[in-house]
Nanobody
Framework: QVQLVESGGGLVQAGGSLRLSCAAS????????LGWFRQAPGKEREFVAA????????YYADSVKGRFTISRDNANNMVYLQMNSLKPEDTAVYYC????????????????WGQGTQVTVSS
């Protein structure tokens, strides 16, 4: 079982950067693929980025490709989302999640979720 706690959200101007962190508990952290999702008010939760168990492969939504970078530190049970060139449309609650079935874009396949962290980008 994995417990996830996000941090690093906040208010930033358009064009700025934020780095989200997600701390995980559990001895089997390295056996899970990890993902970041976001949900804006009135919208469905959407895929942002995912990383495989080893960290060798990463996947991104088209809307963030080239601006966001997902990474993980298996030695310290951490996953990160570096967000650059932020836009107002990136405003949302960001969630990290863990999946035992491999890196996937489908939120339904992630069995463990954090509580979320708010990111607000002002224009």
């Amino acid at each position: 079982q994995v417990q996830l706690v996000e941090s690093g959200g906040g208010l930033v101007q358009a064009g700025g950067s934020l780095r989200l962190s997600c701390a995980a508990s559990g001895r089997t952290f390295s056996s899970y693929a990890l993902g970041w999702f976001r949900q804006a008010p009135g919208k469905e939760r959407e895929f942002v980025a995912a990383i495989t168990e080893s960290g060798r492969n990463t996947y991104y939504a088209d809307s963030v490709k080239g601006r966001f970078t997902i990474s993980r530190d298996n030695a310290n049970n951490m996953v990160y989302l570096q967000m650059n060139s932020l836009k107002p449309e990136d405003t949302a609650v960001y969630y990290c999640a863990a999946a035992s079935v491999g890196a996937t874009r489908s939120p339904r396949l992630y069995g463990y979720w954090g509580q979320g962290t708010q990111v607000t980008v002002s224009s």
